[in-house]
């Protein structure tokens, strides 16, 4: 099955800097790659996703960015704020499958 | 609110007694998604609906967990004769065929 590693576990950026958060996955059938925010209590919140026929995804702040051939796919947040704060997760997925998570990336933005 | 909910969002219950969790999916979404979260790690997956067809379940649900969709809206996910190691977060998942899958606020369930 699918296997999903995350890195770092934890974050700690000065408000204002980028933030980068980095997930490789095993299963090459994998083509679906959304990245969740949790804060604390509450359940995932979808914040962006990308699909394997793209290389490059942006909203705003947000950013993803996939290499398909390293598997390895990873998210870049600028101008981080106090709201920026959360446990970050990646997830992949053959689409409209199951979703295999990684192990979550704790983000701290330092005022 | 037109979000995915649970209820309830928090259970205490003892070991040995069954507990049955409730997830009102999204309107028109006809996948239903189980997962459980348990203290500093990613959700896992336990079991989808399309429509009121279970269509996979993971090898973590054990013969003492059961889950229904029995009219394809909400869906039910029962645990009976439950042990500490249930104690974990379940969370709820909704998508529109194979698309974005959206959570809910999960219920927390502690077995003591």
């Known amino acids: 099955g699918e296997n999903v590693e995350q890195h770092p576990s934890t974050l700690s950026v000065q408000e204002g800097d980028s933030a980068v958060i980095k997930c490789t996955y095993s299963?090459?059938?994998?083509?679906?790659f959304p990245w969740y925010k949790q804060e604390l209590g509450k359940g995932p919140q979808l914040i962006i996703d990308?699909?394997?026929?793209?290389g490059e995804k942006k909203d705003q702040r947000i950013a993803v960015t996939l290499n398909k051939t390293a598997k390895h796919f990873s998210l870049h947040i600028t101008e981080t704020q106090p709201e920026d704060s959360a446990v970050y997760f990646c997830?992949?997925?053959?689409?409209?499958?199951?979703?295999?998570f990684g192990t979550g990336t704790r983000l701290t933005i330092i005022p | 609110d037109t979000g995915v909910s649970q209820d309830p969002r928090h259970k205490i219950t003892k070991r040995g007694q069954n507990v049955t969790f409730r997830c009102d999916p999204i309107?028109?979404?006809?996948?239903l998604y189980w997962y459980r979260q348990t203290l500093g790690q990613g959700p896992e997956f336990l079991t989808y609906?399309?429509?009121?067809?279970?269509?996979?379940k993971s090898r973590l649900l054990s013969d003492r967990f059961s889950a229904e969709r029995p009219k394809g809206s909400f869906s039910t996910l029962e645990i009976q004769r439950t042990e500490q190691g249930d104690s974990a977060m379940y969370l709820c998942?909704?998508?529109?065929?194979?698309?974005?899958?959206?959570f809910g606020p999960g219920t927390r369930l502690t077995v003591t």
């Open positions: 990308i699909r394997s026929n793209v």
């Open positions: 997830a992949a997925s053959p689409e409209g499958e199951k979703l295999t």
């Open positions: 299963d090459s059938a994998s083509n679906y």
């Open positions: 309107s028109e979404h006809n996948r």
């Open positions: 609906f399309q429509n009121e067809a279970q269509l996979e």
């Open positions: 998942a909704s998508s529109f065929r194979q698309g974005r899958q959206y």
